[in-house]
């Protein structure tokens, strides 16, 4: 069954520090996979995919289908990067899944 | 302003009782979903709808209806037969096929069944 797997329910780090938000998945097929991003009182709303290879907010995610991850990534983490972060991966044409989520909080 | 538009934030309901949900979009958006967001369970899709006048089943449909009458209406009736009914309801759009492009979420209802 296709999957989303993000391990960690919370991850806290300190300001500065290196982030690492882990995600994997199970696909049969080439999967397109995708970062979500939700900030205190605002809504969920897209931070990167991994098929335009960018960089947004200093985040990174490369996938690596030898080991079916998708991690996020960042070098120096700020207080206002803590937000709740999801994991997803399209399954067909309409049909986003979505992992459970990590919270990420920084700290000063 | 453009976006998407959840309403109630806040509901309450009483067991037994059917409870419409509202999603407005003004984006042009072809495709509409709802999800429903419970702690330690990510977003699970209840229904989506590519086209007006056409929709299918997610994969937690039972006990819940929808309808897509028009282009930027896409509301979620949750009725009686849904056991565990009290949750967080986002509604999302996208311009097409989400392959080709995110999905952009309203704020949000909030159902408590008491």
């Known amino acids: 069954a296709q999957r989303v797997t993000q391990p960690e329910k919370l991850l806290s780090v300190f300001k500065g520090a290196p982030v690492e938000l882990k995600c994997n998945y199970s696909?049969?097929?080439?999967?397109?996979l995708f970062w979500y991003v939700q900030y205190s009182r605002q809504r969920l709303q897209l931070l990167l995919r991994?098929?335009s290879r960018e960089s947004i907010k200093g985040f990174t995610a490369d996938l690596n289908k030898g080991e079916t991850s998708f991690h996020l990534k960042k070098p120096f983490a700020q207080e206002e990067d803590s937000a709740m972060y999801y994991c997803?991966?399209?399954?067909?044409?309409?049909?986003?899944?979505f992992g459970t989520g990590t919270r990420l909080k920084v700290l000063a | 302003d453009g976006g998407i538009t959840q309403s109630p934030k806040y509901l309450f309901r009483k067991e037994g009782q059917n409870v419409t949900l509202s999603c407005e979009q003004n984006?042009?958006?072809?495709?509409m979903y709802w999800y429903r967001q419970d702690p330690g369970q990510g977003l699970r899709l209840i229904y989506y709808?590519?086209?007006?006048?056409?929709?299918q089943k997610g994969d937690i449909a039972e006990g819940y209806s929808v309808s897509r009458e028009k282009k930027e209406s896409f509301p979620l009736t949750v009725t009686s037969a849904q056991k565990n009914p009290t949750a967080f309801y986002l509604c999302?759009?996208?311009?097409?096929?989400?392959?080709?492009?995110?999905?952009?979420f309203g704020e949000g209802s909030r159902l408590t069944v008491l």
């Open positions: 999302a759009s996208s311009i097409g096929p989400v392959q080709t492009g995110e999905l952009f």
């Open positions: 696909y049969s097929g080439s999967p397109e």
């Open positions: 991994h098929i």
């Open positions: 997803a991966l399209i399954q067909g044409t309409y049909k986003y899944i």
């Open positions: 984006l042009n958006h072809d495709a």
């Open positions: 709808s590519q086209i007006v006048n056409d929709f």
